[in-house]
């Protein structure tokens, strides 16, 4: 497990695994009859197809939005043999429904829960139904009511809002008025893909939730950039999740200014700030706590900044710095990095064409402790370098060389015989 796991929500359902999704919408109709699904370099399963009764094309929108599920399976590899079958032949096996509802079989639904549509039932029916409960059902099913679970909401330590409250399901004065009541003592707070946030939400959540620890606002896109200062009050935050906001410098200065106790930073395709050198150098100067920082497609961060963050931060874990394209290991910036940070377990370097020998060979010195290594992408990387790096990280459990030209499969092949514990990631193509 890498430094930057978090724990999962103990109330999730053991059988939903699903962490991201995708949404597409057609301007007509459709019936699907079969899902072609063509994946490029993302690994993972689709778990789960659902189906919405609103479009966002549509003028005359339902009273209330349903998602109805297609389709549910828990997660299953492929053969590589069949991700290129003939299209031909899938045609022809999806002609009849029979064929069709064997796809969609009722099996899938089996952990399919539902309310059966009793809330559409009228008020005055509810009322008849319920009168032939005896009373200790009645108590229990009291236990449900929105009335009983007021009291115990105002002690939540967790919440997880994630992917909700899109197309007005949650409104930013309900969460505003429900974070008044039941967030003061709220310690970690989920909000990724978060859609009806607003600056006024922010604020609510910097003044009522004090004592919070963790904050996730990931491609929560819709909050405007000056809304972001108010974190800087949250003294206690440990990990902030900023991956793809609009978050500016101005704002980010003034968080890392205030909150000293940061351990764990996502500044992922932050494509608003300005200088990340002067990012990294506020990083150095104040967060000396800091364990694992992502700056994924930062694009403006020179060798000098990066040495200033290894040299403040040395409890440095995780670094992400994939597809950062200013920096260069001719500048040595990589070499230097692994002198300073020998607590590093994970660091990518993905598609950074100009990682080097020496650069792995630094890393197999210092950095012992190396658990996920990702190299995605260089041409100057060679087997005999790898060897010496697997030698010398016996914790190393991720090697991804996908796209690196001097590894080629018989190299991927020795390097896999010898280290069976290792997971060695190649692409199939070059």
């Known amino acids: 497990m890498c430094p930057s796991a978090r724990i999962p929500f103990t109330r999730t359902p053991p059988n939903f695994q ?28 689709v778990v789960r197809i659902l189906a919405c009764s609103a479009s966002p094309y549509s003028q005359n929108q339902p009273s209330e939005v349903r998602w109805e599920i297609l389709w549910s399976e828990l997660p299953s590899k492929v053969n590589l043999s069949q991700a290129h079958d003939d299209e031909e032949g899938e045609r022809e096996s999806y002609n009849s429904m029979d064929s069709l509802n064997k796809q969609f079989s009722t099996a899938a639904f089996k952990d399919w829960t539902s309310n059966g549509y009793f809330d559409k039932l009228p008020y005055e029916l509810i009322q008849l139904i319920l009168s032939h409960l005896t009373v200790p059902d009645l108590c229990r099913l009291s236990q449900t009511s929105l009335e009983y679970l007021q009291s115990r909401c105002i002690l939540v330590q967790w919440l997880n809002l994630s992917w909700t409250g899109n197309r007005g399901t949650i409104s930013f004065s309900a969460f505003s008025r429900f974070l008044k009541v039941c967030g003061s003592e709220l310690v970690r707070l989920e909000l990724s893909c978060g859609h009806f946030l607003n600056e006024a939400c922010l604020e609510v959540i910097a003044d009522t939730c004090l004592n919070l620890q963790e904050l996730n606002l990931s491609s929560c896109d819709k909050i405007p950039s000056q809304a972001f200062n ?15 906001t609009k978050i500016e410098q101005t704002a980010l200065l003034s968080i890392l200014n205030f909150c000293l106790e940061l351990q764990h930073l996502s500044l992922g395709s932050c494509v608003r700030i300005e200088d990340y050198d002067t990012v990294a150098s506020m990083m150095g100067a104040k967060c000396k706590k800091l364990r694992t920082l992502d700056l994924w497609r930062c694009k403006n961060i020179s060798e000098n900044g990066l040495a200033e963050l290894a040299a403040g931060c040395p409890l440095l874990e995780e670094l992400d710095l994939g597809w950062c394209p200013t920096l260069q290991s001719s500048t040595g910036c990589f070499a230097k990095l692994a002198r300073k940070l020998p607590n590093l377990q994970k660091l990518f370097l993905t598609a950074n064409r100009s990682v080097c020998d020496s650069d792995i060979e630094e890393l197999a010195a210092n950095c012992t402790n190396l658990r996920q290594l990702d190299i995605l992408g260089t041409r100057m990387v060679s087997p005999a370098s790898l060897r010496k790096l697997l030698e010398s990280c016996k914790e190393l459990s991720l090697l991804d060389v996908s796209f690196c030209s001097q590894i080629d499969h018989r190299a ?17 193509t070059q």
């Open 18 to 45: 699903s962490q991201d999704y995708v949404e597409l919408a057609f301007e007509e109709q459709v019936y699907p009859t079969a899902i072609h699904i063509l994946e490029t370099y993302h690994p993972g399963a």
């Open 230 to 244: 108010h974190i800087a009050k949250l003294c206690n935050v440990t990990r902030l999740i900023l991956y793809r």
């Open 412 to 428: 991927f092949l020795e390097l896999n015989a010898s280290f069976p514990n290792v997971l060695i990631k190649k692409s199939f």
